[in-house]
């Protein structure tokens, strides 16, 4: 079966400080990982996408990386601000081959709090 | 306005009552979906729209009806609204593999 799980649920950490969110997956066949942030009240707006043989794509602040390998990826933030307070979700891509779309297996999200 | 809308952005309707929920892209996207995003789940998919007049179900289905009769519109009929589609409701669209998220829906059914 199909599933992405994230983790932790929830995080709360000081502003300035790092964090490294984490997704691991089940899903084949695999096309691409992607990291959205969802703000509260908002739809997700998406952060990186990685195929399989990229291992480490920077968006600004956010750095994602990728093991194809254990299907696991993460997404470390640098010196969060209050504005990094949201929800994070990991979204894998599995490319269906019999009409060549693709469907999107999403994860829970970790909710991210960020404390003055 | 260009991007991705939806309207309207918050409903409050009875149990029984049909409920339409509209999207709207500027993109000429050819591929369109319909999410609704609950406490504890993830988004999960309800319909999507590979172009216009070509539809198909996704995860949740169940309850729900979609058309696109133009490429622009993808319009997400509950044709008899139940308590268990209180939800947030968001359509996306996708251009070179970045899917584009509406601002979404809440959806209370009473």
């Known amino acids: 079966k199909n599933q992405v799980e994230q983790s932790p649920q929830s995080l709360i950490i000081l502003e300035g400080k790092n964090c490294t969110l984490q997704?691991?997956?089940?899903?084949?066949?695999?096309?691409?990982l992607r990291w959205y942030k969802q703000d509260t009240g908002r739809g997700p707006v998406s952060l990186t996408i990685m195929t399989f043989s990229e291992n480490t794509k920077s968006n600004g602040r956010y750095t994602a990386t990728l093991d194809a390998d254990t299907k696991q990826s993460s997404l470390h933030i640098t010196a969060s601000q209050l504005s990094d307070s949201a929800s994070y979700i990991c979204v894998v891509s599995a490319l269906t081959s019999w009409d060549s779309s693709y469907k999107l297996i999403f994860g829970s999200g970790t909710r991210l709090l960020v404390r003055p | 306005d260009a991007g991705i809308t939806q309207s309207p952005r918050y409903k409050i309707t009875e149990t029984g009552r049909q409920v339409t929920l509209m999207c709207h892209q500027t993109w000429s996207h050819s591929y369109m979906f319909w999410y609704r995003q609950d406490l504890g789940h993830g988004l999960r998919l309800i319909y999507y729209?590979?172009?216009?007049?070509?539809?198909d179900k996704g995860e949740v289905p169940d309850g729900y009806v979609v058309s696109r009769s133009k490429t622009e519109n993808f319009p997400l009929t509950l044709e008899s609204a139940t308590r268990s589609q209180t939800s947030v409701y968001f359509c996306a669209s996708t251009g070179r593999e970045t899917q584009y998220f509406g601002p979404g829906t809440r959806l209370l059914v009473l």
């Open positions: 997704c691991n997956y089940t899903v084949s066949p695999f096309s691409n």
């Open positions: 729209s590979a172009a216009a007049d070509i539809t």
